[in-house]
């Protein structure tokens, strides 16, 4: 590889936490700063803070390409400048660990040049180096260079999902079906809705948003707990000539952003999101951006009748590897 004069050679490193997460904010920042959601520049703005102030790391679960703090991957050094970076994060999936590869960015002056091919080879082989069963990754279904890339080192699509986001100002001419009835609360049959939200959030995809429908089950336990940790949480169904069709959860985000969780009968969905999602925005006083996370190219037209734009659709990739 030719070098300038002032350059030192190129070489991966494992991250430095401490010492590196400034020039990689500012890394991330340059590679997916356009693309970035409102939780995305609040996660970006936290981890420059973090990184000035040096005196706490926080934790970000979430979704997406860009997720989560650099607590542990690789870097790349030319230069004597970090210009390529690499995060890995360990989640428990079926009692066993998994490692998600999220901030996979190479400054543009220095792509095409093999990095990102051997920052993503060398994750899979940390991840084999412990023992861990697959590496998954999410890339936008729009980024041709990246998913080349993971498809060449034997990545395997396992689904597509999209994120949609309520449009501010709320639209005028969102219509909202006469037919269907929205109900607030969690009437009977949980388990009904509970089979649907099993659907939409599958295991597969799951583990990422540490979803589970234990937590929205109507119990007193549940009401409890809640209470105690002053979580919030709010339920509606959808009723079409008095039969169930749908169910609608909202919970507030940590973040910038809350989420909305939709469960609905396949025949019905179209129905169920055009009432559920409007009703769901008005009780809530449309104040905060809301997302909504659903299989890809699923009742399009339904949430973009609702008042919901797409944000993104993503790729989820994992590549399964021999336990030792
Ligand atoms: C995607 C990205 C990480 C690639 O980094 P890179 O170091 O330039 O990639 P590499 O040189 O290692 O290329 C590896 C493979 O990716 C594909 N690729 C990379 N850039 C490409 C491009 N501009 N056009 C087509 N294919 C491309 C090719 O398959 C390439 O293999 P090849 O060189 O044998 O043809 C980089 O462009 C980037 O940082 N983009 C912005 C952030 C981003 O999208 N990250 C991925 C999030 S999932």
Not at 111 to 116: E, L, N, V
Not at 141 to 151: C, R
Request: a neutral charge.
């Amino acid at each position: 590889m030719p070098l300038s004069p002032t350059s030192t050679p190129p070489y991966m490193r494992r991250i430095n936490v401490r010492r590196d997460l400034l020039p990689v904010a500012d890394l991330i920042q340059l590679c997916f700063g356009d693309q970035m959601d409102a939780d995305g520049q609040e996660y970006l703005r936290q981890m420059h803070q973090t990184a000035r102030d040096g005196s706490y790391f926080r934790w970000m679960p979430g979704a997406g390409e860009m997720l989560s703090y650099p607590l542990d991957g690789y870097v790349w050094e030319e230069d004597q400048k970090i210009v390529a970076n690499l995060t890995l994060l360990p989640f428990s999936w079926r009692n066993k660990w998994i490692y998600m590869v999220v901030n996979v960015a190479v400054h543009p002056a220095y792509r095409r040049k093999g990095i990102a091919r051997q920052l993503t080879q060398q994750a899979i082989q940390h991840a084999r180096q412990h023992h861990v069963s697959a590496v998954w990754l999410q890339v936008r279904d729009d980024n041709e260079s990246a998913i080349a890339l993971y498809l060449s080192l034997g990545f395997q699509p396992r689904c597509k999902r999209s994120t949609w986001q309520n449009i501010t100002p709320y639209p005028q001419n969102v219509f909202i079906p006469p037919e269907v009835e929205v109900f607030a609360g969690t009437p009977k049959d949980w388990k009904k809705q509970e089979s649907w939200l099993n659907n939409t959030y599958p295991e597969e995809v799951a583990w990422n948003f540490a979803f589970h429908t234990g937590r929205f089950k109507p119990s007193f336990l549940n009401r409890l707990t809640r209470w105690l940790n002053a979580d919030e949480q709010r339920h509606w169904t959808a009723l079409l000539d008095g039969k169930l069709i749908g169910t609608a959860i909202w919970e507030p985000g940590r973040w910038s952003a809350d989420t909305i969780w939709l469960g609905a009968e396949t025949d019905y969905q179209d129905y169920a999101i055009r009432a559920l999602l409007p009703t769901v925005r008005h009780a809530l006083g449309n104040k905060r951006p809301c997302y909504v996370n659903y299989p890809a190219g699923q009742a399009t037209h339904a949430f973009e009748s609702a008042g919901f734009a797409l944000q993104n659709t993503l790729i989820w990739m994992s590549i399964e590897l021999t336990a030792h």
